[in-house]
């Protein structure tokens, strides 16, 4: 027997791509810093999503057999939490927008309490969605869609919704009304300040911060139409299977049954069919976002070519080839170290006495070596600096690129 969805395996494809380019994010891009906290959850909880969806669509492609029973009380219960992170990121980053909008500094002494808020928001309150909020309403244990696999089952109630499907519109709502006026006011018209801010602080550069604008700005864009199209189609739903939609059919009712139940393909009424393509293929355009932001940037692509020196050195192929491979853009970009700008150099130059800044001449079709020493310097006045570390070239000097190394500190 062949697979029962007619576009398969299309979507099992783009499940595991998903997934794969999430890793990529998460493991080659500086999204484990305290700013990019948010998006750090988004996609780790995508990333198990896409994964789990991909696996069940091969595994329940031309069947709808209850197996597996483990795993599918964990996936339905993962598909509730990652239906409930993707809004609640959305309120956590346009709140982090809204503080640099705001010019606070996320290194104030109210740093324990943003953490906590970004804990709360991306873990606590999944977890409370998919556990007990989920219980209540959990009118079985599990559901098997022939075609997608496993999936959860609520009560056909007002209570469901107020308990489970509210958390796809309201927080994207309160980030739309409460927050994000401001961020984007202040982005129009005061860019200017909050780069100096961004600089100031160091926590996150200017790159980081205009993709996770843009994802907070997409992510209020589709995941409120989303949320609103998924809460309309689940009353339609309810409306095809029931003549009424009572508030609540009672915790016996609910719990009476708890036995896994198999859903045919011909038994998909055409409402649900399309509530859950709606719902299975509109989880796969936030990952593809996502990379495109963050996955695609310089410090990633430099990952990327590390990771990828790496093997080849597993497989005891010719470092300095591999060296060559890297541009020395990237080569010597360190994604843990904040770009400092000039501004920053001046300051650290008056903080620290030193009155010239050695220039090294870099011409990019030459191949310098760099090497560090120290030697004597003297001010403007004659005070001679020592152990004023410099920068020597192999290399005779060519016409002086103004290049400033900052650091170079007396005494240092």
Known sequence: ?????????????????????????????????????????????????????GVDAILWSDNANVKHLVYCDIVSRLQIIARVVRPMITLNLSRR????????????????????IEWTLGLVIPLLVAGPLFYVVQRVRFQVWEGFGC??????????????????????????????????????????????????????????????????????LVTLPVGIVSTVLHFLQVAEDNKTIPFYSGWSVVHADWTPVSVKWTGIHTSRS???????????????????????????????RRTFCRI??????????????????????????????FEDVAELDRSSRLSSVYMSPVPEDLDVEMKEGTAPASDERGEVLAN??????????????????PGYAAGN
Request: charged letters at 15%; one cysteine or more; proline letters at 9%.
């Open 312 to 341: 080849r050195a597993w497989f005891k192929w010719p470092p300095p080839l591999c060296q060559k491979d890297i541009p020395a853009s990237e080569h010597e970009y360190d994604p843990e170290v904040p770009e400092m700008a």
């Open 151 to 220: 999936s959860y089952g609520t009560d056909p109630s007002v209570l469901t919704v107020l308990l489970i499907t509210s958390w796809l519109f309201l927080p994207p709502l309160i980030s739309v009304v409460v927050y994000y006026p401001k961020v984007a006011w202040v982005f129009y018209h005061q860019s200017r300040d909050v780069n100096k801010f961004l600089r100031e602080n160091g926590v996150v550069s200017r790159t980081n911060y205009f993709g996770i604008l843009v994802l907070a700005s997409v992510d209020i």
């Open 388 to 405: 004023t570390p410099i920068l020597r070239s192999s290399r005779p000097s060519t016409p002086a690129t103004l290049r400033a190394t």
């Open 1 to 53: 027997m062949g697979a029962v969805d007619p576009t398969y395996p299309l979507y099992p494809m783009a499940s595991i791509l998903a997934a794969t380019l999430l890793l990529l994010v998460l493991t080659t891009s500086p999204m484990r810093r305290t700013w990019n906290l948010g998006v750090a959850f988004i996609c780790f909880w995508l990333f198990l999503e896409t994964l789990t969806n």
């Open 274 to 304: 399309r509530q859950l393509y709606f719902s299975f293929w509109t989880s796969l355009t936030l990952p593809f976002f996502i990379f495109g932001l963050f996955g695609t940037t310089r410090e990633a692509r430099a990952a990327y």
């Open 97 to 116: 927008m809204y503080m640099i909008a705001s010019l606070r500094s996320a290194e104030a002494p109210n740093k324990r309490i943003n953490l906590i």
